[in-house]
């Protein structure tokens, strides 16, 4: 009969245990080749872990080399000589291998085995709280997808590289900058002098859009995200908490085509212009733009759609519309502290995946008819303090009352934060009739 799960042992390899610590004894310079991999709790046997936690202190004290002599006595000193096999244990592990030669070899065995542990333990948690019926399914879900990203980034090896390593990959990347005519790092918004400034947006950063209603906050969020998927086919996602999928449909439609949406909603449209409509809706057809319109969604819903958004379709950016929408998992907080706990754990999202996240937020009524700060951003001032970059857009409304007719609106976008490069204003145009921003210089 197959052995019960309980009867199993977990996964360990004590040769390779043993090899790990005869090889950094053999030769203490190997100790940083082994960091890159495990740690202590990496290894199964309670004597190799204490053996390799002793080794790392002496290597941490940095006064003498961790060799049969210095380890035992250290062994002793922390009084765990006896439980780690004693004095001819430790001894005995040199004998194991020849050389250290192989080090990062037994060290990823080591690994290995370790994860093996850490994933039965992470399935035996996740199994017992699936049948705690006093927690959601759906916080159960978030848990474990937040566990099992962490375990994965945690075992991810780190090295430092020489410069001779580096610079054929560096030469590369300055190629193809030179070819692309383009001087961003990150990726393209679409605006030229807004993208000098911040060298595109940059991954692992949360980007805050801040305006007051009807200024365009979700049409810059639009031509932007239309710039990254239709034009430069980078894939992007757009949770839209506020307009349903159809009606961002219809804006992207508007945009590209250059047709008011009002008449595109009401079908009286010529041959010329459906024949345009057509191929404006070929080019977004083929976008990787991925549209989500789930309204109140909940945070550990977007957290949980976001990840499977970048590895199930490689999204590299996503817009999140907008951020004071979300529904906080902790409800019974106060209001600004759920607005807090959402936006620490957008930048979260943005860290985790290694991309940015755009988020578009209200400003208070206090910044009607002036110039927006920092202070005027809606509900909760650690979105202030959480975000890499915050924008602002303003216009003047009374001009917005006298130009009704007008085909144009100038606007500023306004660089309020910059964790890494300048603040400043950029100034762009809204064209109404197509709910789109463009760059000054450019016309339809």
């Known amino acids: 009969m197959a052995a019960s799960l309980k009867e199993r042992i977990p996964p360990h390899n004590q040769e390779a245990e043993q090899a790990a610590l005869g090889a950094v004894m053999l030769d203490n310079d190997t100790i940083d080749t082994a960091l890159q991999y495990i740690r202590p709790d990496d290894f199964y046997a309670t004597a190799n872990?204490?053996?390799?936690?002793a080794i790392l202190n002496l290597h941490n004290q940095g006064r003498q080399k961790a060799d049969i002599i210095t380890v035992v006595a250290e062994l002793r000193k922390m009084g765990e000589l006896d439980a780690a096999g004693g004095p001819a244990y430790v001894a005995s592990l040199t004998n194991v291998v020849p050389s250290s030669a192989n080090i990062d070899h037994y060290s990823k065995l080591v690994q290995d085995c370790s994860l093996r542990r850490a994933m039965l333990r992470l399935s035996a948690e996740m199994n017992t709280n699936s049948f705690d019926e006093s927690v959601e399914a759906r916080m159960v879900l978030e848990e474990a997808q937040q566990r099992i990203y962490e375990l994965g980034e945690n075992r991810l090896s780190s090295s430092f590289k020489s410069t001779r390593d580096l610079m054929p990959g560096t030469i590369a990347m300055i190629e193809k900058l030179r070819a692309s005519k383009e001087f961003y790092t990150g990726i393209p918004s679409g605006f030229e002098e807004l993208d000098k400034m911040t060298s595109g947006f940059q991954n692992s950063e949360l980007i805050i859009?801040?305006?007051r209603p009807s200024i365009g906050k979700t049409a810059l969020a639009l031509t932007m995200a239309s710039h990254i998927a239709i034009r430069k086919k980078i894939p992007a996602a757009f949770f839209s908490l506020e307009m349903s999928n159809v009606h961002l449909c219809l804006r992207l439609i508007s945009s590209e085509a250059g047709i008011e949406s009002e008449k595109i909603r009401s079908g009286l449209l010529s041959q010329r212009e459906m024949d345009t409509i057509t191929n404006a809706m070929g080019k977004i057809y083929e976008a990787p733009l991925y549209i989500e319109d789930t309204p109140g969604m909940k945070l550990m819903d977007l957290r949980s759609r976001a990840r499977r958004a970048c590895s199930q379709f490689g999204v590299k950016v996503i817009f999140?519309?907008?951020l004071t929408l979300i529904t906080s998992d902790s409800r019974d907080l106060p209001r600004h502290e759920q607005i807090a706990d959402i936006s620490r754990s957008l930048k979260s999202l943005a860290r985790e995946l290694d991309i940015p996240v755009i988020a578009l937020s209200q400003l208070r009524r206090d910044a009607e008819g002036?110039?927006?700060?920092?202070?005027?951003i809606r509900e909760s001032g650690s979105i202030e303090q959480d975000a890499d970059l915050v924008m602002f857009l303003h216009r003047d409304r009374e001009t917005d009352a006298k130009q009704k007719k007008e085909p144009k609106k100038e606007t500023e976008l306004i660089i309020a934060k910059?964790?890494?490069?300048?603040i400043g204003l950029v100034n762009i145009m809204f064209i109404p009739r197509y709910?789109?921003?463009?760059s000054l210089e450019k016309t339809y």
């Open 49 to 53: 872990r204490r053996v390799f936690q």
């Open 209 to 211: 859009i801040g305006a």
């Open 320 to 322: 999140v519309d907008y």
């Open 370 to 376: 002036k110039q927006p700060n920092l202070a005027d």
């Open 418 to 422: 910059q964790r890494n490069g300048p």
């Open 435 to 438: 709910a789109r921003f463009t």
